[in-house]
């Protein structure tokens, strides 16, 4: 379980989140600038909070109070952002095994299978398509043996076709990993596909939480 209690300040911007996570896969679901990647930033230790606390299954990972505020690189958090971050002068195994923790990783091969890219390893990212960079940012994330997984809108850039392809490689993580996910989005039919369980944000506050066909009514417009 996640455990959020906190409030950052970002220029004019005010972000106060107090929830809970709890499913397998989690969407923070919202407008934009609503505080959806500040929030994920929050948890990777990417941005740090005025004051609150996060913990994952019981685990401090900040605590204005105790003065707690574990590094991002020991929070054992798999990230992949919005531009997904690839290294250019890498090819993709290099990219791949990048932050791989020996006793914690998963095998290179699996990972490999289960995003369909073995005929990607020794190409060049430059190479890329936009699809397949999208997989290998996933499996560089799932290469860092992580607790939890933080995907930051990682199909925005995708076209519609693109993103149904996409999707299943998602749904395979959840189902064969068992890893637990946090996936923002603004798209009600990924969240729906993908989520057991729903944080609305708007503006910077929890407007609602629950499972998404509790939710996602035509009450919600978050375009």
Request: net charge neutral; aromatic share 4%.
């Amino acid at each position: 379980m996640i455990e959020l209690d906190i409030q950052l300040t970002q220029g004019t911007f005010r972000l106060e989140v107090s929830a809970k996570f709890n499913g397998k896969a989690t969407a923070i679901f919202g407008p934009s600038g609503a505080g959806k990647t500040t929030t994920l930033d929050a948890i990777a230790g990417l941005r740090t909070p005025d004051r609150g606390a996060i913990t994952i299954d019981g685990r401090p990972l900040f605590s204005s109070a105790g003065r707690i505020n574990v590094p991002t690189h020991q929070r054992h958090v798999g990230y992949v952002p919005q531009d997904v971050a690839l290294f250019p002068h890498m090819n993709v195994r290099r990219n791949l095994l990048y932050g791989r923790h020996p006793g914690t990783s998963p095998p290179l091969e699996r990972v490999v299978s289960m995003l369909e890219i073995e005929s990607l390893v020794d190409r060049e990212v430059g190479a890329l398509s936009g699809g397949e960079r999208q997989r290998v940012a996933l499996g560089r994330a799932l290469m860092s043996g992580p607790s939890l997984l933080l995907l930051d809108e990682p199909l925005a850039a995708v076209d519609v076709p693109l993103r149904r392809r996409i999707l299943p490689y998602l749904e395979r993580v959840r189902d064969e990993l068992h890893l637990p996910i946090v996936y923002v989005s603004h798209d009600r039919d990924e969240v729906q596909r993908l989520a057991d369980y729903v944080v609305v944000l708007d503006a910077g506050r929890v407007t609602a939480a629950g499972a998404p066909s509790s939710l996602l009514g035509s009450n919600l417009h978050p375009e």
